[in-house]
């Protein structure tokens, strides 16, 4: 739901969908885990200082909700 209500697809591409301004979150679960996927939705510039990603504003639910939906990604 955060995915779809945040319009990550605007600049991520997911299984096809979406627009590939940024990383294609195909496999990102395979690459990263639900640990590092959460603080980087929390400062995406700690754990990725290259990222050009918007600050985004979630709350700890969201944040949590999304890493754990990415981390099933694989």
């Known amino acids: ?3 779809t209500d945040r319009n990550c697809n ?3 591409l997911l299984n096809g ?3 590939s301004l940024a990383t294609d979150l195909k496999g990102i679960g395979s690459r ?3 640990g590092w996927l959460n603080e980087f939705l929390e400062n995406h510039q ?3 200082p290259q990222s050009t990603t918007p ?5 700890d639910t969201e944040s949590r909700a999304l890493a754990r939906y990415l ?3 694989k």
């Open 17 to 19: 969908t979406g627009v």
């Open 1 to 3: 739901r955060v995915y």
């Open 46 to 48: 700690e754990p990725a």
């Open 32 to 34: 990263r885990d639900s």
């Open 10 to 12: 605007l600049c991520h």
């Open 55 to 59: 600050k985004l504003i979630l709350s």
């Open 71 to 73: 981390e099933t990604l």
